[in-house]
């Protein structure tokens, strides 16, 4: 996505952010985002959040009615998913493999019985035991963020 010019500085310094780590922009100092950033409905759903949004540099945003909170993906969902599974996001296509290779071992093995069951059980499995590691190793504080001010609205 492409910055319109008065957002320039906004989106500069959204490229200097590091991948997946959490930034918190409030509304009393940032009422709207630059029109760069367009609604998507690619993306884990947070508690709480009204929306969610995308932008440049790999940027995705979920709206709260107090807050931003945004972060960097390494890749774009929307320009590029299979890039994005493998980097951002492995666990889900971790589990739907390993749940689909469970489900034809299963029909092979039991000629069909519970071959599906057994699919979306460890696809389930899988993909949960995927967040739970995903989310040790991530810090999942929201930082302030001190996003450069703009001398002109977005």
């Not at 922009?25 to 508690?47: D, H, I, M, Q, S």
């Not at 790999?58 to 945004?70: K, N, Q, T």
């Not at 969902?77 to 034809?104: C, F, M, N, Q, R």
């Amino acid at each position: 996505m492409e910055c319109s010019e008065p957002c320039r500085e906004f989106c500069r310094w959204i490229e200097t952010l590091p991948h997946h780590r959490k930034y918190v922009l409030r509304k009393e100092e940032y009422p709207a985002l630059p029109n760069c950033f367009k609604e998507t409905l690619l993306g884990e759903a947070v508690p709480g959040s009204v929306r969610q949004l995308r932008g440049p540099a790999g940027s995705h945003v979920h709206e709260f009615p107090d807050r931003w909170v945004l972060h960097r993906d390494i890749a774009d969902a929307e320009a590029d998913p299979l890039g994005h599974l493998l980097s951002d996001a492995p666990e889900y296509l971790v589990s739907a493999i390993a749940g689909l290779a469970t489900a034809l071992l299963a029909k092979q093995k039991r000629d069909g019985r519970n071959a599906l069951l057994a699919g979306w059980s460890m696809t389930a499995f899988l993909l949960l035991l995927g967040k739970m590691g995903k989310t040790i190793g991530e810090d999942d504080s929201e930082k302030e963020a001190q996003a450069p001010r703009l001398k002109s609205g977005f």
